[in-house]
């Protein structure tokens, strides 16, 4: 494991099992071997982080590593309240691979964290982000906010609730929002542009 290297050594000298876990965590393939790919990775991962030395891994960098949330994971927490596993409905095929919609997706969880905190119980993610492809099958529409993960469909742990938990959202969400509690649809879609509590004007509304 990379968390028991004690100091800092060369990339050359990873264990295989290291570097297959330090390319998992660098979103590249998995060959346990150090080439040329692995190296431009990891050099520029470091330098993402404003570190230099592209060719030496220590507990700085491994910490700052281990923090970062594994896309791979499904247990990985995206924010406080929740998980890669909701973000991907567990599948393969709806991992995000592109930076700028991994960053919307924490985006939008910290928005969700602060509804879960004021709602005071569990909410319940039906579909969050959907690489196109996945959105076609579903029958969305190609402009959705599913597919840059800036969309989250959810309804309270509790499904009597809904309707409540529906008009408290829209009291309070200034991105757009579907209503679909009182559709039928039976969640609650939820865009972001302003989030909780921001203030301003309101994102849409519509009905499904
Ligand atoms: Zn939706």
Same mark, same amino acid.
């Given at each position: 494991?990379?968390?028991?290297?004690?100091?800092?050594?060369?990339?050359?000298?990873?264990?295989?099992?290291?570097?297959?876990?330090?390319?998992?965590?660098?979103?590249?393939?998995?060959?346990?071997?150090?080439?040329?790919?692995?190296?431009?990775?990891?050099?520029?991962?470091?330098?993402?982080?404003?570190?230099?030395?592209?060719?030496?891994?220590?507990? @700085?960098?491994?910490?700052?590593?281990?923090?970062?949330?594994?896309?791979?994971?499904?247990?990985?927490?995206?924010?406080?309240?929740?998980?890669?596993?909701?973000?991907?409905?567990?599948?393969?095929?709806?991992?995000?691979?592109?930076?700028?919609?991994?960053?919307?997706?924490?985006?939008?969880?910290?928005?969700?964290?602060?509804?879960?905190?004021?709602?005071?119980?569990?909410?319940?993610?039906?579909?969050?982000?959907?690489?196109?492809?996945?959105?076609?099958?579903? @029958?969305?529409?190609?402009?959705?906010?599913?597919?840059?993960?800036?969309?989250?469909?959810?309804?309270?742990?509790?499904?009597?609730?809904?309707?409540?938990?529906?008009?408290?959202?829209?009291?309070?969400?200034?991105?757009?929002?579907?209503?679909?509690?009182?559709? @039928?649809?039976?969640?609650?879609?939820?865009?972001?542009?302003?989030?909780?509590?921001? @203030?301003?004007?309101?994102?849409?509304?519509?009905?499904?």
């Amino acid at each position: 494991m990379l968390k028991d290297i004690k100091g800092t050594v060369k990339i050359e000298d990873l264990s295989e099992e290291q570097i297959r876990e330090l390319q998992r965590r660098l979103g590249i393939q998995q060959t346990g071997i150090m080439g040329p790919m692995t190296r431009k990775a990891w050099e520029d991962w470091k330098r993402s982080k404003g570190m230099g030395e592209p060719g030496l891994i220590g507990p @700085g960098s491994i910490g700052l590593l281990l923090e970062e949330i594994d896309w791979t994971d499904m247990t990985s927490k995206v924010s406080k309240y929740f998980t890669v596993g909701e973000v991907t409905k567990r599948q393969a095929a709806r991992i995000p691979t592109s930076k700028v919609i991994q960053d919307n997706i924490v985006r939008l969880a910290k928005e969700l964290d602060k509804v879960r905190e004021e709602w005071g119980k569990p909410i319940i993610v039906t579909s969050w982000y959907r690489p196109l492809a996945i959105n076609r099958a579903v @029958g969305g529409v190609d402009n959705s906010q599913h597919i840059e993960g800036l969309a989250v469909d959810i309804v309270p742990i509790d499904p009597v609730e809904l309707i409540e938990f529906e008009r408290w959202l829209d009291e309070h969400w200034y991105g757009p929002l579907g209503w679909g509690a009182q559709s @039928g649809r039976g969640f609650t879609h939820l865009g972001l542009t302003k989030g909780w509590r921001a @203030g301003g004007k309101k994102g849409p509304r519509w009905r499904y």
